[in-house]
């Protein structure tokens, strides 16, 4: 009884450590390091591109309730993610490093799990779980193509922000601070004047991008936008979006100021920060030349620059069911983003899933069905869900999870109250697992 899984991202090596706990012997395929794509920079398994990249870890949120579903059923990235977090207020951000390698080193170390280096260009035979990321191959890419109608693989793009280091950022112009005073002072805040407001952004709006290759379009994903076309939406976009002032008062003048930058800490250590709605395409001559004109930044040391690549993702609702299986052709499964779940953490919920149910079928137990109720049955049930038509990736959101039978006022305290009834069915089910 052997699966093979391939990609050892976030999704594969969950899926492969879910199966391999319960038995099932995994081949872990990774074309890394022999082949690296334009987001990885890492031979390491489970490469994040962004510190806070977990996102929120506040129950009322429904990302949040997600990362605790799948603490409770024994993931093992929300594992070693809580083994490497660093401090993000109400947010789950971790040392990339370390979080990296304490998953490489958990796979590996499995007794259950093989780990095979090198591209895959074709769909092996017996029991496969495709988790080969948003940056799949081309080889890959066209064997995934064969599987279905020409028109199933979607192409859309994706953006990193460009992170410097602590030492560079001038703190005169800059101050330690969380919206509101929420949580801690975990993000550093670079104020600018209405003057400096107006020049960055005419700069950031003639700024040249870098060059658009043949697979690639000007298509844009409107979760990921990058900073400058947001910017050439109109003068106020960015003061309104990711360079928010609202609850930024500067210490020095206690009032706030036109915009603000917010940087968070990209590691434990506190030495990198990352520039908050930062994605872009811009030349990297262009980001240090318009960034420079931040004045916390002005002699900002950056250890990696601001990238766009593309991103692939399957018209899931046609082809994949519920435990994210093709339909018509059970033997092969899709987990993370290439299935249109947008996020590592639904990534990874998408692979504990596909994992634990290919898992029960092998061992000839019945599917758990996780309920629409859970945040993780929602995804994947939306995932699959013939009725849409128009299908995006998608986040997770309360929006696609049931009604509460009664009245709750506030935001809030509903979203609580769906946490709580969620949670409350995990525990249920988890005694299953």
């Given at each position: 009884m ?5 990609g ?11 199966l391999?706990?319960r ?6 395929m ?13 031979p390491g398994?489970a ?8 996102r ?7 990302v949040?309730?997600?990362k ?10 929300l ?5 490497n ?5 109400g947010?789950?951000a971790?040392?990339r ?20 280096e090198g591209?895959?260009?074709a ?11 948003p ?22 793009f ?5 992170i ?5 950022i001038?703190?005169?112009h ?6 509101y005073?929420?949580g ?12 400096e ?7 950031l ?14 298509r ?18 960015l003061?309104?979006?990711p ?18 930058v ?7 250590q506190?030495?990198l920060?990352?520039?908050?709605g930062?994605?872009?395409h811009?030349k ?12 916390a930044?002005?002699n900002?040391?950056?250890?990696r ?9 399957l018209?899931?609702p ?9 339909r018509?052709?059970?033997r092969i ?8 779940v ?6 990874t ?6 994992g ?14 996780f309920?629409?109720e859970t ?6 049930l939306y995932?699959s ?7 995006q990736p ?6 696609i999870?049931p ?12 979203n609580a109250?769906l946490s ?10 988890k005694?299953?697992?």
């Open positions: 052997n699966v093979t899984v391939i050892a991202g976030l999704a594969g090596c969950e899926a492969a450590y879910q391999a706990r038995g099932v012997s995994v081949s872990l990774e074309m890394k390091p022999q082949k690296m794509t334009p987001a990885h920079h890492s398994f490469e994040l591109v962004c510190s806070n990249s977990l929120s870890d506040q129950l009322e949120n429904a949040g309730l997600l605790e579903e799948l603490r409770r059923c024994g993931s093992l990235i594992r070693c993610a809580d083994e977090r660093v401090e993000a207020g947010a789950l971790v040392d490093e370390g979080f990296s390698q304490a998953v490489t080193d958990a796979v590996r170390a499995h007794p259950n799990i093989t780990v095979v591209e895959v260009t769909i092996p035979g017996g029991e496969v779980v495709v988790a080969s990321g940056l799949t191959s081309d080889g890959l890419s066209q064997a995934v193509a064969g599987l279905f109608p020409a028109d199933s693989c979607l192409n859309f994706d953006a990193a922000a460009p410097v280091t602590f030492d560079s001038d703190m005169e800059a101050w330690f601070a969380s919206r005073g929420k801690t002072a975990d993000y550093i805040n670079c104020a600018l004047s209405e003057e407001y107006l020049a960055f952004w005419k700069e709006c003639a700024a040249e991008e870098a060059e658009v290759h043949g697979f690639e379009d000007k844009v994903f409107e979760g990921c936008m990058p900073v400058e076309v947001m910017a050439r939406r109109g003068v106020q976009t003061a309104f979006g360079l928010k002032p609202k609850g930024l008062p500067d210490p020095k003048t206690g009032r706030e100021p036109c915009a603000v917010q940087l968070r800490r990209d590691n434990k506190g030495t920060y990352n520039l908050v930062f994605q872009t811009l990297w001559g262009e980001q240090k030349r318009v960034f420079s004109m931040i004045p930044l002005k900002a040391e950056y250890v620059y601001g990238v766009m690549h593309r991103n692939t993702y018209d899931s046609r082809l994949l069911d519920r435990y994210y299986r093709v018509g052709n059970e499964s899709f987990a993370g983003q290439i299935t249109g947008e996020g590592y953490v639904e990534s919920a998408s692979g504990f899933l596909a634990v149910e290919l898992a029960r079928r092998l061992l000839g137990q019945g599917p758990l069905n309920p629409r945040a993780i049955g929602a995804l994947a995932v869900n013939e009725s849409v038509v128009d299908f998608m986040n997770i959101n309360f929006g999870m009604s509460l039978d009664c009245r709750v006022k506030g935001k809030r305290e509903k109250a709580r009834r969620s949670l409350e069915l995990i525990d249920g089910i005694e299953r697992l």
